[in-house]
């Protein structure tokens, strides 16, 4: 192993690096370097948020949106139930997406007049933002982010299949005004308020399950989908939805679950805010359990619950994940990579310098190997680079001998 990395792992454009190479169904750890030492590790900060949603909420759990009737007949009410995947068109960028259409058109029958008022029930949630400046307020414009609400169209993107699109700072606002759209009553106030209690429920719609939010997060790295799956683990633990209790709650469900978290920091569930601080021996440990063989020593209670976060790990080179596009292209050091990497990105390019990639491959002796990778200080083109020819060459190599 050491000899198959030697040259990849020279290359400048690395900076400051921390990884591990293992092997899940025996634990035995191939390769390593600076493995306890806490570094930044961009969105590879999802393995954790995830890993706690599966182990910690019913796989097949759905989140529940609902309209309900409002104190005046001209007043209804949408409440957020945790959903942010919900479709304002017929098309999604989330797979099993419910449409706002079919909650109009649920409600529509029980309208005896005109609707006036649509009132915003997002007490699910705390706190919509973090304090301090965990994230840059940029961010939402740029496409990062947006205040975490209990309720979303297409996460709060204003072109719901881009990706990248900038948010809407108020995406739970934007879905009321939408919904009061649907309904025929455009010009409608949007305010926020609470559902009285016992209202009658005039529609309600349905997320994709935990399992397929879990996946898509992973899939997409979606920022505003990780930070309510680690919501949704706090209130599973009966704590405030605060971002501080969201980040204990997945570090408390973790550390239960038999993960060492010791000296690690954790701000968010996303990986977007620079005080976040892993290391790569916990992002290995976690992969490696999800990805321990059946019947292997290494396989557990655990594992079957684990097993989606592999699912939802793009593949090197594939569209429609965070490894496509120009990944595993340059030259034939990488693209022997292409196909058989599998694995979350992380990426980080202003204030500190970071690329991540942490996944599994299926080396020439068709051995499962996991990685983590996390690399500090490095130009995103050439620090993306770099890790896609280490991770092939773990593809390379025939290390059984």
């Known amino acids: ?15 400051k690096l921390a990884g591990v190479v293992l092997d899940p169904a025996t634990g035995e750890v191939l390769w390593e370097q600076s493995p306890t030492e806490q570094i930044v590790p961009a969105s590879t900060n999802k ?10 909420l019913d796989p097949q759990a759905r989140f529940t ?38 909650l109009a058109a649920q409600v529509k029958p029980h309208l005896t007049g005109p609707v006036k008022r649509v009132l915003v029930d997002n007490s699910r949630y705390a706190e919509p933002w973090p304090a301090g ?3 840059d307020p940029r961010d939402v414009a740029g496409g990062s982010i947006t205040p975490i609400t209990p309720v979303m169209l297409d996460g709060g993107r204003r072109m719901p299949l881009n990706k990248d699109a900038p948010r809407y700072q108020d995406a739970a606002g934007q879905t009321a005004t939408e ?31 935990v399992q397929q939010l879990v996946e898509t997060a992973l899939m997409i790295s979606d920022n505003v989908l990780a930070e309510t799956l680690a919501k949704e683990v706090a209130k599973a633990r009966g704590k405030e939805t605060t971002f501080a209790n969201a980040t204990a709650a997945v570090r408390e469900t973790l550390t239960e679950n038999g993960f060492d978290l010791t000296g690690t920091t954790t701000v968010d569930g996303s990986g977007l805010g620079l005080a976040n601080r892993l290391n790569a021996r916990v992002l290995s440990e976690i992969l490696a359990v999800a990805a321990a063989p059946d019947g292997s020593p290494k396989a ?24 496509g596009g120009g990944r595993y292209r340059a030259g034939e050091a990488a693209a022997q990579g292409r196909g058989w990497v599998r694995a979350k990105t992380g990426t980080l390019s202003e204030g500190k310098q970071v690329n991540s990639l942490s996944g599994v491959v299926l080396d020439r002796d ?9 690399s500090n200080g490095s130009q995103m083109e050439q620090g993306r680079a770099a890790l896609d020819v280490i991770t092939s060459a773990l593809r390379g190599c025939g290390c059984q001998g």
């Open 1 to 15: 192993m050491a000899r198959a990395l030697q040259q990849p792992l020279a290359n400048p454009d690395l900076a």
């Open 47 to 56: 393995i954790l948020t995830v890993a706690a949603a599966l182990l910690a």
């Open 65 to 102: 949106t609902r309209v309900v009737a409002g104190p005046d007949p001209e007043t209804i009410v949408l409440v957020g139930g945790g959903d942010p995947t919900i479709a304002s068109g017929k098309d999604s960028l989330y797979p099993g997406a419910a449409r706002l259409t079919d």
């Open 133 to 135: 400046d965990t994230w």
């Open 179 to 209: 919904l009061a759209e649907a309904l025929g009553a455009t010009g409608a106030s949007v305010v926020a308020g609470s559902a009285p209690s016992g209202a009658k429920v005039l529609g309600e719609v349905r997320s994709p399950t």
């Open 300 to 323: 557990d209670a655990r594992t079957a619950k684990l097993r989606p976060l592999l699912r939802g790990l793009p593949v090197a080179g594939a569209p429609g994940g965070t490894l």
């Open 366 to 374: 068709n051995r499962l190997l996991v990685f983590a990778l996390v």
